[in-house]
């Protein structure tokens, strides 16, 4: 039924020229948390079957974007939620799964991650997972931050420099970004 709402939704979109963005990978339906206030832990709730809609639709080539989940399941990756995992973003939804799109985080500024991986930390954990595309809603406990997309392009930039990220990386987005674009 997921597949079947789900395909009628983008189809309807892509008509209009309008992308579209599942989320959130790899299925958030189990979590009995709020990610905007903690890590969701689905260890004990998660059923592979939250899988299905997205290589469903992933092998119909309806999936241009899908949203990384701030949600961990420790029988999958032990240390990291999705939105920083290799494990969920290029092992599952890349090689398994043969998703070629877009990989766009969740806030990163949900408590799931700013209480527990500081600001450069996450970001620069997050690109190297595999996510294309760091969304930072400014909506911090701290308050609005003008500068928020500056910072988020300076720690890219200077992690980089630092060879903390593959300069291979920032071009593999660049591309998908464009393609995407290009759609």
Known sequence: EVVNQSRVFIENHFKNNIITVEKHFPG?????????????????TYKKEELFPYQKLNDEGLLNAVMAAHIINKKIDNRYPATLSKIFLQDILRDQMGFKGVII?????????????KFDEAVIMAVNAGVDIIYMFNNSPSGYDKD?????????????KENKIE????????????NLKKQ
């Open 148 to 160: 928020i997309a500056y910072k988020v392009r300076d720690t890219i930039f200077n992690a980089v």
């Open 167 to 178: 300069e291979k990386r920032i071009i593999e987005s660049y591309n998908r970004i464009l």
């Open 28 to 44: 958030q339906g189990s979590a009995t948390k709020d990610t905007h206030l903690g890590i969701a832990d689905v260890t004990d």
């Open 105 to 117: 985080s969740d806030d990163m500024q949900m408590a799931a991650i700013s209480n527990n991986y």
